[in-house]
């Protein structure tokens, strides 16, 4: 896997995202893009982090996080579409300390399959108990490809 380097908030140096992903591909003729963003525990609803134009087609997703998040009782990152449910990427993801856990609900459902219109795609923080004091923050990579 090819190592993505992503402009962090703020500081514009790079981070390495080397963490978790989904749905790698590599179709003919076809230039990968990749957009990133980042999500803290203090970001509050879904923050846009970029758009997959129409007609492009969603190939992988990638996220990776500083700490965990020391939330109460859950502490979750989503990804998904803006018009959408929030979770059409990746749903409800633990990003608590020990967590194993990924939740890719409907990522077959839209990965690889080209998109009928421009589709902003958002990351979710959520948690419930005591609120976070420490975690974050969660850098998250998408690729897509654009027919050519």
């Not at 007609?55 to 579409?81: E, Y």
């Not at 018009?83 to 300390?97: C, D, I, P, R, Y």
């Not at 399959?113 to 108990?129: F, K, M, W």
Request: with cysteine; proline share 7%.
């Amino acid at each position: 896997m090819p190592v993505i380097h992503c402009p962090e908030q703020g500081g514009g140096a790079s981070a390495r995202l080397a963490g978790r992903r989904i749905g790698y591909a590599h179709p003919t003729n076809q230039g990968l893009n990749v957009f990133c963003g980042q999500i803290t525990t203090t970001d509050v609803g879904p923050k846009v982090i970029g758009t997959i134009p129409a007609g492009g087609i969603p190939a992988f997703l990638s996220w990776s996080g500083r700490a965990d998040s020391n939330a109460g009782s859950t502490a979750t990152i989503s990804i998904g579409f803006f018009n959408g449910t929030g979770v059409e990427l990746m749903g409800q993801t633990s990003v608590k300390a020990g967590s194993a856990t990924q939740n890719f609900p409907a990522a077959g459902a839209v990965m690889h399959q080209a998109l009928a219109t421009d589709t902003p795609i958002t990351v979710s923080y959520a948690e419930t108990g005591a609120p976070a004091t420490a975690g974050g923050p969660w850098t998250v990579a998408v690729g897509f490809f654009m027919p050519g």
